[in-house]
Every structure is written in C-alpha cells, then in structure tokens.
C-alpha cells in the first residue's frame, strides 16, 4: 500500500513537471525562431537602407561632378575643337575618385568614347556606348545599378551609377562611378546593419563576413522565406537578398544573416535552469511523496501487525497515537474494537468452559453411574448371603471385593481424569529449539521409526520459540499415539517441522482411515472417542494445550481428519 500510495503522489507530482516542461521546450523554439526572424528582419531592413543609401550616394557623387563647370569645360571644349588636355583631364579623374572615395571612375565624351579613367590612368580612346548603363546616360538618364566592371584584367562585381553631361539642351558626355562589393564593403556593411553577409555569384561565394576561408563555407543557397543553417558550428537565420541591375536582371544574390547562438545559449540556459528547478521539485515531490505516503501507511501497517496479533488470540493490544486526524479516529476505533473483542472473548471462553464442564459433569455422572452398579449388586449379594448364612458366603465375599475393588479403581481412574482437565496448569514458557524438543519426543517411539512407521523430517535451521515443554511434548504424544493407533501396523506418520512466514511449525499427518462426519464434529468433544479403551481426553488435552488464551500467542493450530498443523511464533 505504501508503494502504491508513494506512486500516485510522485505521478501526480511529476506529471504537471513533464506537461510543464513539454510545453515549455515548443513554447521556448517557437519564441527562439519568432525572436531570431524578428532580429534578421530589422538587419535586412538595415542593409537593404544601407545598399541603397550607398546607391544613392555614389548616384549623388556622379551627378555632382558631371555637373562641375571645368568638367563641361573641358567637355564642350573637345567637343567644339576636337583636341583635349589629355593628362590634365586624367589627373583631374584620379583626383576626383580618390577625393569621392570610389573604386571606379570614368570620363566619356558625347559618343561613348572613353577619355579618362581614374582607376586605370593609361587606359583610354575605347568606345563604351554599347553598355547599356551607358547608354541610358547618353540618352539623358541618371542611373545608379548593380554591374561587372573589369580592372586590372579582373572582373568585379560593383555597385556603379552613371550620369550625363549636359550643356544646354545637349549630352556632352558622361561620367560614370562605382564601388567594388567585396569582403572590405560587406564589413562596412555589416558595421552599419549587424548582419552577416555572404556575397554569391553563379553559386560561387565572393566576398564573406564570416571568419575563414570563402572556400570552406558550405552553403545551400535557397531563396524566399527565412531559412536556418550552421556554418562553423554556428547557427545562423538567413535570408537571400537578390542584386539587380537597373534592368531588374538579377546579377548576384546577397545572404544576409544573424547568428543565433547567443539566442540558443541564452535559451539552453534558461532551459538548464528550469531543468535544474524541475529536478529539484522533482527530488522534493520524491521525498515528501515518500514522507506522506509512510506517515499514511506507517499506522496502517501498525494495525495490520495488530490484526495479525488478534487473529492469533492476543488482545492485550492498545496502539497509541497522538494524532487528531481520521487515522486517529480509526486507531481509536480500533483500540474500542480491540477491548469489546478481548471482552467478548473472555466470555466466549467463560462460556465454552462452562459447557464443556457441564457436558463433562453430564459425563462423569454416566461414567460415574455405571460402575456403582455392579458395587450395588455385590454389596446387595453380600448382605442377603450373610443374613440368610449362606454356606458360600466366603466366596460371594471375595467375588463381591473384588467387583468392589474393580469398580472403585475405575471411579478413581475417571476423578483423576476429570481432575487433570479441570485444573490444566498454567504454561511455563522457556525458549527451546522446536528441533531438539520433537527429536527428544521421538525417541519414545524408537520401534515404530525403526518399522518405519513413523518418519521424522526435521528443519535444517534452528527453530528457536517460547514454548512450555512439557505441555507441547504432552500435545505432539497425544496426537501421534492417536495417529499410529489409527494407522495400524501397515500404515505410516510423518512428523515434519519446518519454517513458515516467521512461524516454526510441527505438522503430523498420516494415511489412516480419516474420521466420519460425525465423528470430525465430537473430534473434541470431552470423553469422544471411537476406540474401546480410549477416554476421550487425548484430541481435547492436546487443542486445550494449542488454543489455551495464555498461550495462544504462541500457538496456532489447523485440524483435519487426517492431520494437526501446530505453528509455533519464531523469536
């Protein structure tokens, strides 16, 4: 009961502790993932206000140099005489790229015709009209987009904007500006945005804020929503940012990312903490389980054991008890329980005793009747043999004496008899091993072993108990000389002892003939017996001596009609 009481506590303790913590481990992903999109949605928006914002700028920086008086100057200038300053004009490009901080600046005349680059001074005299970026300013448009430039053999992947020349209602030329996406932009990038950026062109990385080697970066790139990967060990939320062309034809494509492993180890700590407080409330929801279900079961394992002592007979019991609650109340009734059965047995055996010493006072008064006859007939025949001088008269006085004798003999046979059942002495109880006490009664029956009539099986532990030795070894003799008599000379008893559930037991049993019901229902009755000879006090000496109440503590007893268990309290 206790193990029962204990599981339902700790399951009924636990199980808000495993809901809790189930519902606490989707509820912490779902807020994890909601937490990191809501961060990689402000980065993309950062870095999406900072591309254009540079977009717009380099857009700005053109746009203010072509329209710079000795720019149209020198551009309206060639355009009206056909000659140029060559190497002022190319000084004056380089000056003005270093001066707007860009990668990539060029100078073209109204027809396409390069005249000065800031990026590769030598280079010069080559037509780019067919561009189209180019052609659009030489058509009147200012225009900043996404392009590849060469420079220095090397293709580059630059954010660029063009705007024309003008003088009056004419394009004189067009000026052209950009800057190099690679790894030193996309920091600068980061710097403004937080994000980490990955560069991706023809599925091949170009430029990378993540530490190590562009190579080393395994990537699926996917596109559309948010999507999660680890690079490094390291978790990240990533979302793909297309870079168009001022076509809207997609050139490269931007990854932009946040990491979040400070979102996962801050979550993972907060996880580990309610693990540790679950742990914890699981360790105390043990111990108190535990405590409540042995303070409930502790006095009802008590009043078992209490039980157990009255089913035996002993009802000198009083649990005691401080406690107030219904398990109070329950001892309390117990304890009532316990004194009107300790009454009620009383009277039951006031009443047996006084029945069985009713049906033996029944008895002895037959007993009794029978052998004062024959004194009554002789002494009559004596008497009427003297007054009539009878000539035989000294041989009716001796057969007269001894039918006398004879008779008397038998009435001092059955007082004794009924003298030693009325006053059956008190127990002395002594601590004996059951073994050697039935080994010394066996002795006594040494022929019938050796016939093997009688086999004796003894334990193979000591059997120690609080027994009167007299009294049982009285018992064990009366029940065995019962059993060979019953058996006959070809029949067999076996006498065992052995240990049952903290009980030292003797058990005799034979394969006799058994008893007829009526005889199983007088088996202990005073004077029964269905033998010639018998008196009818062996069986009722031998149970008086078991169930007697001083004793019964000790002593259990179970009879059939063909054996006698006898369970004696190990101590």
Not at 4 to 18: M, N
Request: charged share 25%; proline share 4%.
């Amino acid at each position: 009961m206790r193990k029962k009481i204990f599981l339902v506590l700790l399951i009924a303790s636990v199980l808000p502790f495993i809901g809790v913590t189930t519902v606490l481990h989707f509820v912490t992903v779902e807020q994890q993932q909601d937490l990191a999109q809501k961060r990689l949605s402000m980065v993309i928006s950062g870095v999406v206000s900072s591309y254009d914002r540079t977009a717009a700028g380099i857009l700005a920086q053109v746009r203010t140099l072509a329209s710079n008086d000795e720019l149209t100057r020198t551009l309206l200038l060639t355009d009206e005489i056909g000659f140029i300053d060559q190497p002022a004009l190319i000084k004056s490009t380089v000056n003005y790229m270093n001066l707007l901080n860009l990668d990539y600046l060029i100078v073209t005349g109204p027809h396409g015709k390069v005249l000065a680059q800031g990026h590769e001074p030598i280079m010069f005299g080559f037509s780019i009209a067919e561009e189209p970026i180019i052609n659009e300013a030489l058509l009147g448009q200012q225009v900043h987009s996404l392009g590849i430039r060469e420079i220095e053999g090397k293709p580059k992947m630059m954010m660029m904007a063009v705007a024309p020349v003008w003088f009056k209602d004419r394009v004189i030329g067009v000026v052209a500006g950009g800057v190099i996406i690679d790894e030193a932009y996309l920091e600068d990038l980061k710097g403004l945005a937080g994000a980490e950026l990955i560069l991706v062109r023809d599925d091949v990385i170009e430029a990378s804020t993540i530490p190590g080697k562009a190579e080393e970066i395994k990537l699926k790139i996917k596109g559309g929503d948010i999507y999660t990967t680890e690079l490094r060990d390291i978790p990240y939320n990533f979302c793909l940012f297309p870079l168009v062309d001022f076509t809207d034809e997609k050139i490269a494509n931007l990854l932009i990312g946040v990491s979040t492993y400070d979102l996962k180890t801050a979550f993972n700590k907060a996880s580990l903490i309610f693990i540790l407080f679950a742990g914890g409330g699981f360790i105390l929801a043990f111990v108190l389980a535990w405590g409540f279900a042995h303070k409930i079961s502790k006095p009802i394992t008590m009043l078992a054991g209490v039980a157990s002592r009255m089913a035996t007979g002993d009802f000198e019991v009083d649990v005691k008890t401080n406690r107030s609650d219904e398990i109070g109340q329950l001892i309390a009734s117990f304890n009532s329980m316990a004194a009107d059965l300790k009454e009620y047995h009383q009277k039951l055996i006031d009443s047996e005793r006084m029945t069985a010493f009713t049906q033996m006072a029944q008895k002895v008064a037959h007993e009794i009747k029978n052998p004062l006859t024959p004194i009554q007939v002789s002494i009559q025949d004596l008497r009427r043999s003297y007054n009539n001088n009878d000539k035989d008269f000294p041989e009716i006085l001796k057969k007269s004496c001894n039918t006398v004798l004879e008779e008397v003999s038998t009435l001092l046979k059955i007082v004794r008899e009924f003298s030693e059942f009325a006053r059956f002495p008190k127990p002395q109880f002594d601590r004996e091993d059951l073994n050697e006490l039935v080994d010394s009664l066996a002795s006594l029956y040494s022929a019938d072993k050796q016939a093997n009539r009688l086999v004796i099986h003894l334990s193979d532990r000591k059997l120690s108990v609080d027994v009167d030795r007299d009294q049982i070894k009285r018992a064990v003799h009366n029940v065995l000389k019962n059993a060979l008599e019953a058996t006959g000379q070809t029949g067999k008893v076996e006498l065992t002892t052995y240990e049952e559930n903290s009980f030292a037991v003797i058990q005799i049993t034979d394969n006799g003939p058994g008893f007829s019901p009526q005889a199983k229902k007088n088996l202990f009755s005073p004077y029964f017996t269905t033998k010639p000879k018998g008196s009818g006090l062996g069986l009722v000496i031998a149970k008086k001596i078991i169930t007697e109440p001083v004793s019964y503590t000790h002593l259990r007893a179970h009879e059939t009609s063909l054996h006698l268990v006898c369970r004696l309290l190990l101590e």
